[in-house]
């Protein structure tokens, strides 16, 4: 019921056949007002979704809305938060993507708010008062001009995603990379990481492959960042292949120049989808990557969090894994990532809804979108960086042990030394943390 997403119309609203309704979705109407028979629904409203429309106020009595927790706005014609949000006493999570907000005042954040989503805007600063967000756990601000960032963002101690991609930060403050939960993030798109991406895509050796040189056939899917069609080389070498033509346009992770750069400076590696060359030529000069066709027998470990979930993965009911696939699994996405790391590439988004797996232990890391590049060279801010992401692989080993049950004493033990790993991994003092180095040790130990 919560995840409902299906539209409603001012009609029925009207009509008093929503009265009770615990969601509602007005989206894409061209409303310029608030409607007020919304207010109606005042002792039952907890999602409101008012995406795509042409509002760029909220009224003074939203807080009447006594149950509301979350709202989107996306798509709209904002230039500030509203400060009204700040006396929405239940208000959990706030998606205001794609407006005209340059403006953040402090009273706008409610007091409970977990998830905080304002991504392709315009805010130069974040007030100090995000600090007393206390229950803050995702924040996403890619796409906005934001030369730096408040230190009292220090005291948001349950943090754990945040994109800060594709803004104008010249460095990443030390305690930053401190933050006691922080797993996911992503600061692509930078000044403190532009340069790195050039080189990368400058020292690139991947072959160019022309548009011309490909049949495009079925589409296969669609990401944040781009399509990906199923393609047939025309030269005769391949079979399928992959084509993932990009949109250009900033996403929630920042901008598809970082992913193409990461994606490419990757590498090859048996736990990475390999790419056969760097698309060129496209009619619409889009940007965009060739890579081997993964065959349907693979599939997401699991699906992206929910509004309830908030920053965890939800793995279908009934998922269960054998003690040796989960370590083939853990071990070989962990090999990804150290590779990534001596790279100088922090994923950014090492979630299971981003890997794609056999059922046998096989598996593939995909999704470069939150993808950043650090200085493996600065040695303290490298393994900090790396730290972070041996926060989100504790998250995932903890998932795939939750969903695994020893068959024998000697399984039993191995599952508790994995729970050891799990806890460093998931250390609240980032610098206790093992690197990936030390995790592949100890995978390996029992595999
Ligand atoms: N190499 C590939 N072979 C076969 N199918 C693919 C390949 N790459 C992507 N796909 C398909 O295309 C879909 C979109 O992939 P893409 O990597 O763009 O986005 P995503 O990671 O699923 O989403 P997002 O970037 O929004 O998180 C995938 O879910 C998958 O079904």
Redesign the pocket.
Same mark, same amino acid.
């Given at each position: 019921m919560h995840d409902d997403l299906r539209p409603h119309t001012l009609e029925l609203l009207r009509s008093g056949a929503l009265a009770g309704s615990r969601r509602l979705n007005l989206v894409g109407l061209g409303l310029r007002e608030f409607p007020p028979e919304i207010l109606e629904l005042a002792d039952t409203l907890e999602i409101l979704d008012l995406s795509g429309n042409a509002l760029d106020a909220l009224p003074e009595e939203l807080p009447r809305l006594r149950k509301l927790r979350i709202l989107f706005c996306s798509g709209n014609r904002f230039g500030a938060l509203p400060a009204v949000l700040g006396r929405c006493e239940q208000l959990e999570m706030v998606g205001f993507k794609s407006n005209r907000i340059a403006e953040l005042p402090a009273e706008a954040l409610p007091p409970r708010l977990r998830w905080l989503i304002l991504t392709d805007n315009a805010i130069e600063t974040l007030p100090a008062a995000i600090g007393r967000c206390v229950r803050l756990q995702k924040l996403a601000l890619a796409g906005n001009r934001l030369r730096e960032l408040p230190p009292q963002l220090a005291d948001c101690h349950r943090l754990e995603l945040l994109r800060i991609s594709a803004n104008r930060l010249e460095q990443l403050p030390d305690w930053l990379l401190e933050l006691p939960r922080l797993s996911w993030l992503a600061f692509g798109g930078n000044p403190c990481s532009e340069a790195r991406e050039q080189a990368a895509l400058a020292q690139s050796t991947l072959a160019d492959l022309p548009w011309s040189a490909l049949r495009i056939e079925a589409r296969? %899917?669609? %990401?944040?960042? +781009?399509v990906?069609h199923r393609a047939m080389r025309s030269d005769g070498t391949e079979g399928a292949v992959?084509v993932?033509v990009f949109k250009g346009a900033v996403t929630s992770d920042g901008w598809p120049g970082s992913e193409l750069a990461a994606s490419i400076h990757a590498g090859a590696h048996a736990n990475l989808?390999p790419l056969r060359g760097r698309l060129s030529g496209h009619p619409a000069q889009a940007q965009g990557l060739v890579?081997?066709?993964?065959g349907p027998e693979f599939r997401s470990l699991a699906g992206p969090p929910s509004l309830a979930s908030c920053s965890r993965d939800v793995y279908a009911e009934g998922t269960r894994f054998e003690l040796a696939a989960l370590l083939r699994l853990a071990g070989g996405i962990a090999s990804a990532v150290q590779q990534l790391h001596r790279r100088g590439i922090m994923h950014g988004d090492l979630y299971g809804h981003?890997i794609l797996h056999c059922g046998q232990g096989r598996a593939l890391l +995909?999704?470069f %979108?939150a993808a950043s590049f650090f200085d493996p060279a600065a040695a303290a801010q490298a393994a900090a960086v790396q730290r972070i992401e041996a926060r989100a692989f504790g998250c995932l080993l903890e998932e795939l042990i939750e969903r695994c049950t020893p068959a024998t004493a000697h399984e039993a033990a191995v599952i508790e030394a994995l729970a050891a790993l799990r806890d460093a991994c998931l250390d609240e003092r980032p610098g206790r943390r093992p690197l990936f180095d030390a995790i592949m040790h100890s995978l390996a130990a029992h595999g």
């Amino acid at each position: 019921m919560h995840d409902d997403l299906r539209p409603h119309t001012l009609e029925l609203l009207r009509s008093g056949a929503l009265a009770g309704s615990r969601r509602l979705n007005l989206v894409g109407l061209g409303l310029r007002e608030f409607p007020p028979e919304i207010l109606e629904l005042a002792d039952t409203l907890e999602i409101l979704d008012l995406s795509g429309n042409a509002l760029d106020a909220l009224p003074e009595e939203l807080p009447r809305l006594r149950k509301l927790r979350i709202l989107f706005c996306s798509g709209n014609r904002f230039g500030a938060l509203p400060a009204v949000l700040g006396r929405c006493e239940q208000l959990e999570m706030v998606g205001f993507k794609s407006n005209r907000i340059a403006e953040l005042p402090a009273e706008a954040l409610p007091p409970r708010l977990r998830w905080l989503i304002l991504t392709d805007n315009a805010i130069e600063t974040l007030p100090a008062a995000i600090g007393r967000c206390v229950r803050l756990q995702k924040l996403a601000l890619a796409g906005n001009r934001l030369r730096e960032l408040p230190p009292q963002l220090a005291d948001c101690h349950r943090l754990e995603l945040l994109r800060i991609s594709a803004n104008r930060l010249e460095q990443l403050p030390d305690w930053l990379l401190e933050l006691p939960r922080l797993s996911w993030l992503a600061f692509g798109g930078n000044p403190c990481s532009e340069a790195r991406e050039q080189a990368a895509l400058a020292q690139s050796t991947l072959a160019d492959l022309p548009w011309s040189a490909l049949r495009i056939e079925a589409r296969l %899917g669609e %990401g944040a960042s +781009g399509v990906i069609h199923r393609a047939m080389r025309s030269d005769g070498t391949e079979g399928a292949v992959a084509v993932k033509v990009f949109k250009g346009a900033v996403t929630s992770d920042g901008w598809p120049g970082s992913e193409l750069a990461a994606s490419i400076h990757a590498g090859a590696h048996a736990n990475l989808i390999p790419l056969r060359g760097r698309l060129s030529g496209h009619p619409a000069q889009a940007q965009g990557l060739v890579m081997a066709l993964v065959g349907p027998e693979f599939r997401s470990l699991a699906g992206p969090p929910s509004l309830a979930s908030c920053s965890r993965d939800v793995y279908a009911e009934g998922t269960r894994f054998e003690l040796a696939a989960l370590l083939r699994l853990a071990g070989g996405i962990a090999s990804a990532v150290q590779q990534l790391h001596r790279r100088g590439i922090m994923h950014g988004d090492l979630y299971g809804h981003n890997i794609l797996h056999c059922g046998q232990g096989r598996a593939l890391l +995909g999704d470069f %979108g939150a993808a950043s590049f650090f200085d493996p060279a600065a040695a303290a801010q490298a393994a900090a960086v790396q730290r972070i992401e041996a926060r989100a692989f504790g998250c995932l080993l903890e998932e795939l042990i939750e969903r695994c049950t020893p068959a024998t004493a000697h399984e039993a033990a191995v599952i508790e030394a994995l729970a050891a790993l799990r806890d460093a991994c998931l250390d609240e003092r980032p610098g206790r943390r093992p690197l990936f180095d030390a995790i592949m040790h100890s995978l390996a130990a029992h595999g």
